[in-house]
């Protein structure tokens, strides 16, 4: 079964860091680029950052770019989401999702989500 | 920034069909995608490249775009089709992937 699992979600403070990961089964994790999607409470998706399959290529959105880092291990099969300067706007459920290989670029694979709270 | 503008809510009765739109500038020259969003679930993409169904989703789903404007059509409503369904494109100017608002679909 075709699966990604996301964990490290939790409450911290404003100023703080998180590290999320989100591992993959069930397909070869190395052939496909990788996202995070995040939707705060009660809103729409927003695109939170990107990686290509070969490690070269990161995109981020504006709203994290300079406090967040994305990373990947593609023999563990995993992402990672390195949160720092957190504020209440990162406040949110954090997915991982698979990018469709090819032109698309739609997300045909997403994990069940990390709850991340931030708040004093 | 690519902005993608969505009805906030649409209510349709069951057993007829649901259009829900998406606009964004030139829409026509990218690829649309559709996610099906349930409470307290993952998205699901219900419809990728404008037309293009994933596997296991049903025929009763299709997708258009043309124009400013694509549509995500759902034929022979369901009460299980009652979801917030979000469209997306990827933005190569700026290398970003950009979501519309979401429409609350409300199956009477």
């Known amino acids: 079964e075709v699966q990604l699992v996301e964990s490290g979600g939790g409450l911290e403070q404003p100023g703080g860091s998180l590290r999320l990961s989100c591992t993959a089964s069930g397909f070869t994790f190395s052939y496909y680029e990788m996202v995070w999607v995040r939707q705060a409470p009660g809103k729409g998706l927003e695109w939170v950052a990107y990686?290509?399959?070969?490690?070269?290529?990161?995109y981020y959105a504006d709203s994290v770019k300079g406090r967040f880092t994305i990373s990947r291990d593609n023999a563990r099969s995993s992402m990672f989401l390195q949160m720092n300067s957190l504020t209440a706007d990162d406040t949110a459920i954090y997915y991982c999702?698979?990018?469709?290989?090819?032109?698309?670029?739609?997300?045909?694979?997403w994990g069940q989500g990390t709850m991340v709270t931030v708040s004093s | 920034s690519y902005v993608l503008t969505q009805p906030p809510s649409v209510s349709v009765a069951p057993g007829t069909a649901a259009r829900i739109t998406c606009e964004g500038d030139?829409?026509?020259?990218?690829?649309v995608h559709w996610y099906q969003q349930k409470p307290g679930r993952a998205p699901i993409l219900v419809i990728y490249?404008?037309?293009d169904r994933p596997s296991g989703i049903p025929e009763r789903f299709s997708g258009a775009n043309s124009g400013n404007t694509a549509t995500l059509s759902i034929s022979r409503l369901e009460a299980g089709d009652g979801a917030d369904y979000f469209c997306?494109?990827?933005?190569?100017?700026?290398?970003?992937?950009?979501f519309g608002g979401g429409t609350k679909l409300t199956v009477l």
């Open positions: 030139n829409l026509e020259n990218k690829r």
């Open positions: 997306q494109v990827w933005d190569g100017f700026s290398d970003h992937w950009v």
């Open positions: 490249s404008n037309s």
């Open positions: 990686m290509s399959s070969s490690l070269t290529t990161i």
């Open positions: 999702a698979r990018d469709v290989a090819g032109p698309a670029r739609a997300f045909d694979v």
